[in-house]
């Protein structure tokens, strides 16, 4: 097991003065909040850095129910409206529309670069980068989804709760009669009749859904190692939208399913076969508890140059960093760029069996528990070095007027900055690891 190394903070009394608030009582947050000498608060306003759930983030931005300002000196780890890049529906309009803006871009080019006789590309640009599965959203997309599931009668769909994590509600189709039958019988919603839905109808019409679902293309072949369907989850800091300042880390991880993998339609129903989810896979009879499902993305990108060779492994690596900046940009300028806020997302990424990666959805708040000692070590270092990142050593004292994104250094611990949209400055203030922190041994992996 690796050792864990504390360096003590260099003026306590700076950093005793940090008050810091939560709603959950995380092992991997008190460790590392404890270590840098921060004092936990209960208090409503008295705090400096709050680690809030989306509720109290709604609460806390919302006019309505809140008067006062946040101070220079108080920073939490949401933007205000965030779910513009983590409700699956809502990602989906949003990458749509940037993919459309950015085609009419590379037109328009082309055709002025036409007219005024410059240097001719031989086409117009290439269209950018398609990482997200054919998705519709229902119910308004029905019809188009209709319509595209009789084109290709033989494909597996996904069916997802729009706003719901951890694999909840989430169940796999094959045939339209069994849509049908999941609306009339009032799966996810309230109000259904049960008496069924003529076949051309949308089963939807007479529903009042409780949330909004999405229904996606099903990737039918995925990569597989050792027979079993796995995917990633990577961490991504973003400190500002406006211009965008965001951060990869290292250590990721791939959550493996616990059995082999089939698309035989008889195994639609196993979700042990076909969702990746910790939530879901721990249910599993024989579920390994040292392990955990999961291998590190170092142990992936090894197995990657062993079996396919470096430079196809090297152009994965960064056909998945564009995904993260592509879909970052896609809702850029809707978010509600905050100097108060911060946020870390955990991108879920998928790959098939051509090294393809698919965005399959970005997560709010990627869990902090812990299944495995790897796990726990992992998710102490990722907090330590959000930390790191986010929050200025005297933020107590004096607090921060440009807010979250104080810190300009390239590389911080184990995050890399990989799109930095502000202006060069005269300077970096690169300031060193955190006083008080936990200083694990790292090895690199390079994005």
């Known amino acids: 097991m690796r050792q864990i190394y504390v360096r003590r903070c260099d003026d306590a009394d700076l950093m005793t003065a940090i008050r810091w608030r939560s709603d959950f009582d995380?092992?991997?947050?008190?460790?590392?909040?404890?270590?840098?000498?921060?004092?936990?608060?209960?208090?409503?306003?008295?705090?400096?850095?709050?680690?809030?759930?989306?509720?109290?983030?709604?609460?806390?931005?919302?006019?309505?129910?809140?008067?006062?300002?946040?101070?220079d000196d108080q920073f939490v780890n949401h933007f205000p409206n965030h779910y513009e890049l983590t409700r699956k529906d809502l990602m989906v309009k949003n990458i749509r529309r940037y993919r459309k803006d950015?085609?009419?871009?590379?037109?328009?080019?082309?055709?002025?670069?036409?007219?005024?006789?410059?240097?001719?590309?031989?086409?117009?640009?290439?269209?950018?980068?398609?990482?997200?599965?054919?998705?519709?959203?229902?119910?308004?997309d029905y019809s188009l989804f209709v319509e595209e599931f009789r084109k290709n009668p033989q494909t597996t769909w996904i069916m997802k709760p729009a706003n719901k994590a951890q694999g909840r509600g989430i169940f796999l189709v094959s045939k339209l009669t069994q849509l049908r039958k999941w609306a009339a019988g009032g799966g996810g919603a309230a109000g259904a009749s049960g008496t069924g839905t003529p076949k051309d109808k949308n089963p939807f019409q007479?529903?009042?859904?409780?949330?909004?679902?999405?229904?996606?293309?099903?990737?039918?072949?995925p990569l597989l190692i050792g027979g079993k369907k796995f995917d990633l989850r990577l961490f991504v800091?973003?400190?500002?939208?406006?211009?965008?300042?965001?951060?990869?880390?290292?250590?990721?991880?791939?959550?493996?399913?616990?059995?082999n993998y089939t698309s035989d339609i008889t195994e639609l129903d196993n979700l042990f076969v076909h969702l990746t989810n910790v939530a879901v896979q721990r249910r599993a009879e024989d579920y390994n508890e040292v392990h955990g499902n999961k291998w590190s993305i170092a142990n992936l990108r090894l197995w990657l140059e062993?079996?396919?060779?470096?430079?196809?492994?090297?152009?994965?690596?960064?056909?998945?960093?564009?995904?993260?900046?592509?879909?970052?940009?896609?809702?850029?300028?809707?978010?509600?760029?905050?100097?108060?806020?911060?946020?870390?997302?955990?991108?879920?990424?998928?790959?098939?069996?051509?090294?393809?990666?698919?965005?399959?959805?970005?997560?709010?708040?990627?869990?902090?528990?812990?299944?495995?000692?790897?796990?726990?070590?992992?998710?102490?270092?990722?907090?330590n070095d959000i930390l790191d990142v986010v929050v200025p050593p005297n933020l107590a004292e004096v607090g921060s007027r440009v807010?979250?994104?104080?810190?300009?250094?390239?590389?911080?611990?184990?995050?890399?900055?990989?799109?930095?949209?502000?202006?060069?400055?005269?300077?970096?203030?690169?300031?060193?690891?955190?006083?008080?922190?936990?200083?694990?041994?790292?090895?690199?992996?390079?994005?």
């Not at 890399?416 to 922190?437: C, H, M, Q, V, Y």
């Open 26 to 71: 995380k092992h991997v947050l008190t460790v590392n909040c404890d270590k840098r000498g921060w004092q936990r608060t209960h208090s409503d306003d008295e705090w400096n850095v709050y680690w809030a759930n989306v509720f109290s983030v709604k609460a806390l931005f919302n006019p309505e129910t809140t008067t006062q300002r946040l101070r």
């Open 102 to 140: 950015c085609d009419k871009e590379s037109h328009i080019q082309y055709y002025n670069a036409t007219a005024n006789g410059s240097a001719l590309p031989t086409a117009p640009l290439a269209p950018l980068h398609d990482f997200v599965p054919t998705t519709y959203l229902l119910p308004t």
């Open 206 to 221: 007479a529903l009042q859904l409780r949330e909004p679902y999405v229904i996606s293309r099903y990737i039918e072949r």
């Open 237 to 259: 800091l973003v400190t500002n939208f406006r211009p965008i300042t965001a951060y990869l880390y290292e250590d990721g991880f791939c959550r493996f399913c616990h059995e």
């Open 306 to 383: 062993c079996t396919r060779g470096k430079e196809r492994a090297d152009r994965l690596f960064d056909e998945m960093k564009e995904i993260v900046i592509v879909s970052l940009k896609a809702v850029k300028p809707l978010m509600i760029n905050d100097k108060h806020s911060f946020e870390c997302y955990g991108y879920d990424i998928l790959i098939d069996e051509t090294l393809k990666p698919w965005l399959v959805e970005v997560n709010a708040s990627p869990s902090l528990s812990t299944t495995t000692d790897e796990d726990r070590m992992v998710k102490l270092r990722l907090i």
């Open 403 to 447: 807010g979250t994104s104080w810190n300009d250094a390239r590389q911080v611990g184990g995050f890399k900055k990989i799109l930095d949209e502000s202006p060069p400055t005269g300077g970096s203030f690169n300031r060193k690891p955190s006083e008080g922190a936990l200083q694990p041994s790292r090895s690199r992996l390079q994005w």
